[in-house]
């Protein structure tokens, strides 16, 4: 079939159809997934799926030092330089191989009191052991993802991403119905290892042209310019993920464990569709964002990205919020008291993705500074709000704090975005 020309014309409209592909088919399965986790673990077992998941999310960061935002700058920049790729991949080699062996040993011999803080109970101790020994896998997911990304490599990087998702979902049903929670969240630990095993068998030929493995020293000569990366990293993706971790906790503890799964259920269909726009930030906007060095450039780039972008987002969420009792029926049966929950999470993340595109031109000119500054406000924000609002408004409070988090980001990050340009053009 002939792609229409207007799409053609236009990368990251190319990129959103073939991703839009990939979403669709993850999309089914993950409702046939979700509905057999609701129906058979329950709302306290999608809360546990959830502490597990933001764990992982943690680990992707930590165990590379969180390189992958550098690594897709710098492989963007330096694709057709080899020594200086030889100089990031080394540099590379170092951080994750500490990042690893540091996050290993801490989650091993700690697993015991991580299973109590994230799950309630030390019954879940060898799953947290399990991850422990799977940590290798996840930091060399996240740095070969990030070569991809730099290359901008959209077909190969949905390919990798379906086929991966597909062979995890089949090992979660599988285990699932093998040892129920505990079965699903082992299948959960181990989805990394089939990432890079799917990665290793489509994509190495491809990282061969840009890795030369053998030639790697044990050096950090980009060390300074990759620990900015690790900054802004850990603020957002460490930070992000451990305030979830702690706000389910205060929902279980505060409320019901059954509480805290109806908002991880809501958060997990929210980060289904917003995962269709990570990948156009690190395939498309972070790399474009670097190559833009005036404020009349990044204003045409930045009104394209939103008029094509902003619409499709608008209408899906639009048709979300409609059929919203369909959706939970169809993917969390008996979860009803997601409803109320959907007008907040829809506008929040609506904003969100309008403040999301301005915040990656931090990432892509290395504004360490006002990176960290905003995820930092935007992380406060959310959970001060939501400790606040959900005394009163119960689990629909810390969607409400979502809402008001990002109105009052996407103001802060405008200013500092178009300072930055101003203070260039005075310079």
Known sequence: MKVPEFISKNLLLKMTSVNGVVISIRLIISVFVQRLLAEIVGE???????????????????????????????????????????KLFSTTLVFTIFGTVVTGALLFFGADFLSTYLFGSSDFTFVVKLVAVVVPFISIQRVFNGVINGLSNYKKFATVELISYILSACLLVYLLYQNNITGALMAIALTPVIQVVVMLFLIFKI????????????????????????????????????????????????????????????TFISKNYMVFSGAMFTLYVIPKFASINSKSGFLKELLSIYKTLL???????????????????????????????????????????????????????????????????????????????????????VVMAHFIRYILLFFIVLFLVFRYYNNLKKS
């Open 311 to 397: 619409p499709l987002f608008g209408i899906g969420m639009i048709l979300i919020f409609i059929f919203r009792d369909f959706v939970i029926e169809l993917i969390y049966p008996g979860f009803t008291e997601m409803a109320p929950l959907f007008k907040w999470q829809l506008l929040g993340d609506f904003v969100r993705l309008g403040a999301l595109v301005l915040i990656h031109q931090f990432l892509a000119k290395k504004l360490v500074r006002n990176f960290i500054f905003t995820e930092i406000v935007s992380l406060a924000l959310f959970y001060g709000f939501a400790n606040y609002l959900v005394i009163d408004y119960g689990v629909e409070g």
């Open 207 to 266: 990282l061969k042209e840009y890795v030369q493995f053998k030639k790697l020293t044990f050096s950090t000569p980009l060390g300074k310019s990759l620990l900015a990366f690790t900054l802004m990293s850990f603020v957002s993706t460490v930070l992000l993920n451990y305030i979830e971790i702690d706000i389910r906790n205060m929902l279980a503890n505060s409320l019901s464990e059954d509480d805290a799964g109806i908002w991880t259920g809501m």
């Open 44 to 86: 306290a077992g999608i809360y546990k799926i959830g502490q597990l998941r933001s764990l992982s999310q943690i680990l992707s960061s930590i165990t590379s030092l969180g390189v992958f935002n550098g690594v897709v700058k710098y492989v963007a920049e330096y694709k057709d330089e080899k020594p200086q790729l030889q």
